[in-house]
Every structure is written in structure tokens, then in C-alpha cells.
């Protein structure tokens, strides 16, 4: 990515290069989530913590959504003032301390201080990747790569499950150090890595670095500084900030909340859903051990049943690739909700009957379930967020609610075994209602909507705008052309020819 020489990663190279490399972030916290949920039952992690309770081990696995909650509300304030860039470097480099205090660990309460570093690390990378993401991306592959990242947050999680695996055939405490130690070797190349990729034009032009801004986008487009296409894009950036400069609003968290209160909690909301939704998908090792102990499963066996479920999981995440941009957000939110409350009900109705053929049928709707999820609501409430915030708030907007999925991911964790214990197979029945409530709620069709038309989106110019009044008819204001390229676009009635 060298400024110099011939040989330089411009165009799509460039795009696609920075986009696998920012993708380490989001592998790195789903190899850290899935990690501990293979060790902590092998015999030497077990022995080692001198036989730990379960409310030990809870503390152990959840302390990270503890920490990555912190800092994702941080990350906001930390990501205007020194960029997208520098914000990945510290947040890979917070996760490799926590991975190697965790590594070296002497003892319980060492393991609770590498968790939550780790997890400062993870609230970090999981804001500000996808914000960099989309301030990089161009409006036709935007939503693609997005659900490229997904995929590699999947693909994190197998590696983990699968190492676990491997390593619990070592007879020794390596058998759970050497898991732990992975993640330090790819926070590190992440952290060294992030040095040579480029800065996100929108924070450049936004903090005056006009012509470091310009090179970027030319970089994007090809390597030509004088090419229109970058041209244009980079007079479309500046317009909007200058625009948003003059309306003498500033960019604090109360103007946030009083001009972009529905964006704020759609992208809230969208996170939310995203945790009360997938029963199996936040709690897949739970529910399976569960399962797969009245199956037979136990043990090793639990863990290779976890991870051939993690490689179904990664190919459910493949399709959106190809569709997202073609048939746009809502139809994969909605198709992914029907799906996923199906297979909730019909869990719910074999629990009801425990019937020998119960557990079976369990583990195919869990496998249902995770594809659907891996399909709808696992990528596309990363995307979202950060696409429809502008980009005077679009860092504090983008914390919130990512620190909104820490936050759900933490009750949603905790409160889980409560609730089977209580109210038993009714709990998936409630969790089919969630599914059903996330079907209901309007999100506006971004698909192929640059990042700073996205105020025609919500019609910010409406006085009377309710969220209510565009239940299914979302695209109410946008006017759909189908140009002589043969592509759907869209335009609003006001904006310019």
C-alpha cells in the first residue's frame, strides 16, 4: 500500500485487500468468542482452576461483553479524534495483551483481568471496523463486503471451536494455552498490518486533510487524481460536510439524539434484535451440549458436533454476498425472520413433546435456525448502522449500537440459563415472539444509496415523518429507475438529475 512506485494496490485491489486485512477485527472477536467454550471443559483447564463453579465460569465467558460494552461507548469519541486507522492499531493492540495475560495466566482472577483487556480490545474493533468499512466501500459493493466481514467473524468462531477440538487431544495445559495463544499472533499481524493500510477518507476530508483525502478516494478509483469519478466523489464528501458545518449544530451526542433520534434507534434496535433473536446462535454451545448430552454427545463429541455446525453456519453467511446488493436489505431481514421463528416454534413444540426422536429434531432446527440467521440478522445489523448514520455523528452513532449488542449479548447470555430452567421450552416460543416484533419493525431500503444521499432516505425534510406510517412501505419517497445498464437505482423527488 506504499504511496510510491509502480507497483502500488490501487482500484479494487486496494478495496479488497484493505477489506480481507480489516477483517482480521472481526475474526479476532469471534475466534475470542468462541474460544472459552471449548476449554473450559477440558479436564486440564478444569483441574488448573481447581474445579471452578459455574458462576466462575459464567464470570470467566462474560466479563469480555463487560469490557467490550465500555469501550464500543468509547469508541465513538476515540474514532473522530484519531481516525478509523489509528482507533483498529489500539484496538488490535489492547487485544493482544489481553490475549497474552490470558495465555500466561496464574490463576482465576489473572484470567478475569486478560478477559476484560480482551475484551477493551474487542469494543474497539467492533465499532470501528465496520465504520471503516463503509467509508471505503462504494455504494454497489458496500452491503457485499459488509457480509464479507460477517463471514470472517463466523469463520473466527469455527477456527476456535475446531482448535479447541484439535487441542483437546494434548495432554497437558497446552491443550487450552495454545488456543489462547492464537489470538495473540493474529492481533499482532492485525496491529502491524493496520500501520500500512490507508486512513478512511470521509474522517480525512472531515478533519481538513483535504488532499490526503483526494489521494485515497483516487487510489480507490484506480490511481488517477484526476479521474471524474473520484472527482466527483470527493466534491459530493466535501459538499456534505461543509453543508453540515453551516448548519451550526456541531456534532454532540444531545444534536445527534434530537435531528437523528430515528437512525439512532433503528441502529439500536436492529443490534438488539440481533441478540434477542438467535436463541441457538448466542448460546449454541449451551443449547447443543444440552441437546447433545440426551444425544449422546458429550465432551470431544460436543465440541466436533459445535464445529460442524460452525461450517454450516459459515456457508449460510456466503449467499448475502451475492444479494444484499441486488435484492437489498429488507427482503433478506424479513425472509431471515419468518425462517428463524419457524424453526423457534418448532424447537419449542419437540421440547413440548419429549419424544425420543426430540433431540434429533433439535439439533436439525438449530442447524435451520443458525443458517437463517447466518443468512438475515447475523451480517446485515453491522451493515446497517453505519450506512445510514452521516458522517458528522456516524462514529457516536455507530458506539451506540454496537455497545447496544454488548449490552444484549450480556443479558441475553445470563439470562438464558435462567430462563430454561424456569419457564423451559416456552423460552423459544418468546424468543419466536422477538423474531416476529423484528419482522414488524420498518427498516428503510439502503440498497445502492450513497453514504451521503442517505438524508432522502429518511426524509429528514418531512414534518410529519412517523415510523408507524411506513410499515411496508418504506420506499414510499423514492422514486426507482431502471436505467439502460439495467440496473435498479434510486433517486428522491428532490434530489438533483
Given at each position: ?8 494496490l490501487v482500484?479494487?485491489r ?5 477489506s ?8 479476532l ?9 471449548g ?16 458462576f466462575?465460569?459464567?464470570?470467566i465467558?462474560?466479563i469480555?461483553?463487560?469490557g ?7 469508541a465513538?469519541r476515540?474514532?473522530?479524534i484519531?481516525?478509523?486507522?489509528g482507533?483498529l492499531?489500539?484496538?488490535a ?8 495475560i ?6 482465576f ?5 486478560g478477559?476484560i483487556?480482551?475484551?477493551f480490545g ?5 465499532t470501528i ?7 471505503i ?7 457485499a463486503l459488509a457480509?464479507?466481514e460477517f463471514?470472517?467473524?463466523?469463520v473466527?468462531?469455527?477456527v476456535s ?5 484439535f487441542?483437546?487431544?494434548?495432554d497437558?495445559?497446552?491443550s487450552w494455552?495454545?488456543?489462547?495463544f492464537?489470538?495473540c499472533?493474529?492481533?499482532t499481524?492485525l496491529?502491524?498490518?493496520?500501520l ?9 476530508l ?5 488532499e490526503?483525502g483526494m ?8 490511481g488517477?487524481?484526476d479521474?471524474?469519478?473520484?472527482r466527483a466523489?470527493f466534491?459530493?464528501?466535501k459538499e ?7 448548519s ?5 451526542y ?6 437523528y ?10 443490534q438488539?434484535?440481533?441478540q434477542?433473536v438467535?436463541l441457538?446462535?448466542?448460546s ?7 441437546r447433545g ?9 460436543a465440541?466436533?458436533?459445535t464445529g ?15 444479494l444484499?446488493?441486488?435484492w ?13 421463528a ?5 424447537t419449542g ?13 433439535v ?11 447466518g ?12 450506512e445510514?448514520m ?7 452513532g455507530?458506539s ?6 454488548w449490552?444484549?449479548?450480556f443479558?441475553v447470555?445470563?439470562g ?7 419457564i423451559e421450552?416456552?423460552l423459544y416460543f418468546?424468543?419466536?415472539?422477538f423474531?416476529g416484533?423484528?419482522?414488524?419493525v420498518?427498516?428503510p ?6 453514504l451521503e444521499?442517505?438524508?432522502a432516505?429518511?426524509?429528514e425534510?418531512n414534518?410529519?415523518h412517523?415510523l408507524?406510517s411506513r ?7 423514492l ?6 445498464n439495467?440496473?435498479?437505482?434510486c433517486?428522491?423527488r428532490?434530489?438533483?438529475?
Amino acid at each position: 500500500m506504499s504511496r510510491g512506485g509502480t507497483n502500488r494496490l490501487v482500484g479494487q485491489r486496494l478495496l479488497y485487500a484493505v477489506s480481507i486485512f480489516a477483517s482480521l477485527g472481526v475474526f479476532l472477536f469471534g475466534y475470542d468468542q468462541g474460544v472459552m467454550s471449548g476449554i473450559i471443559t477440558g479436564p486440564h483447564f478444569i483441574k488448573y482452576f481447581n474445579k471452578p463453579t459455574a458462576f466462575e465460569v459464567g464470570c470467566i465467558v462474560s466479563i469480555l461483553e463487560i469490557g467490550a460494552l465500555v469501550t464500543s461507548l468509547a469508541a465513538g469519541r476515540i474514532g473522530d479524534i484519531i481516525g478509523r486507522k489509528g482507533t483498529l492499531f489500539i484496538g488490535a493492540v489492547v487485544f493482544t495483551i489481553g490475549g497474552t495475560i490470558q495465555t500466561f495466566t496464574v490463576g482465576f482472577w489473572s484470567m478475569m483481568v486478560g478477559r476484560i483487556v480482551s475484551g477493551f480490545g474487542v469494543g474497539l474493533l467492533s465499532t470501528i471496523v465496520p465504520i471503516y468499512q463503509s467509508e471505503i466501500s462504494p455504494p454497489d459493493h458496500r452491503g457485499a463486503l459488509a457480509c464479507a466481514e460477517f463471514t470472517m467473524n463466523i469463520v473466527g468462531y469455527a477456527v476456535s471451536v475446531w482448535t479447541d477440538y484439535f487441542c483437546s487431544f494434548i495432554d497437558s495445559n497446552l491443550s487450552w494455552r495454545i488456543p489462547l495463544f492464537l489470538q495473540c499472533i493474529i492481533g499482532t499481524l492485525l496491529a502491524i498490518g493496520s500501520l500500512a493500510m490507508p486512513e478512511s477518507p470521509r474522517w480525512l476530508l472531515d478533519t481538513d486533510r483535504d488532499e490526503r483525502g483526494m489521494r485515497v478516494i483516487a487510489d480507490l478509483h484506480g490511481g488517477d487524481m484526476d479521474d471524474p469519478t473520484a472527482r466527483a466523489e470527493f466534491r459530493d464528501i466535501k459538499e456534505k460536510i461543509i453543508l453540515e458545518r453551516r448548519s451550526g449544530e456541531g456534532r454532540s451526542y444531545k444534536m445527534m439524539w434530537k435531528k437523528y433520534k430515528q437512525r439512532v434507534l433503528l441502529a439500536m434496535s436492529s443490534q438488539a434484535f440481533a441478540q434477542l433473536v438467535p436463541l441457538f446462535a448466542n448460546s449454541a454451545a449451551s443449547v447443543s451440549d444440552t441437546r447433545g448430552v440426551e444425544a449422546g454427545w458429550v465432551g470431544r463429541q460436543a465440541i466436533l458436533m459445535t464445529g460442524v455446525n460452525a461450517i454450516i453456519y459459515i456457508l449460510s453467511t456466503l449467499p448475502p454476498w451475492y444479494l444484499v446488493d441486488r435484492w437489498g436489505r429488507r427482503p433478506i431481514l424479513l425472509s431471515g425472520a419468518v425462517i428463524m421463528a419457524a424453526a423457534l416454534y418448532a424447537t419449542g413444540w419437540f421440547m413440548f413433546l419429549n419424544s425420543p426422536e426430540t433431540p434429533n429434531a433439535v439439533v436439525l432446527c438449530v442447524i435451520v435456525f443458525n443458517a437463517a440467521f447466518g443468512f438475515s440478522w447475523g451480517p446485515l445489523p453491522w451493515l446497517y448502522p453505519p450506512e445510514i448514520m452521516p458522517l458528522t455523528i456516524r462514529a457516536k452513532g455507530v458506539s451506540l449500537s454496537t455497545a447496544t449488542n454488548w449490552a444484549f449479548n450480556f443479558l441475553v447470555g445470563v439470562g438464558t440459563p435462567v430462563l430454561q430452567e424456569v419457564i423451559e421450552w416456552r423460552l423459544y416460543f418468546m424468543h419466536a415472539l422477538f423474531c416476529g416484533l423484528s419482522f414488524v419493525v420498518v427498516y428503510p431500503e439502503t440498497k445502492g444509496v450513497p453514504l451521503e444521499e442517505m438524508d432522502a432516505v429518511f426524509g429528514e425534510g418531512n414534518l410529519f415523518h412517523p415510523l408507524w406510517s411506513r410499515v411496508n412501505f418504506s420506499c414510499f419517497f423514492l422514486v426507482f429507475r431502471y436505467d439502460h445498464n439495467r440496473r435498479w437505482s434510486c433517486s428522491t423527488r428532490s434530489s438533483k438529475a
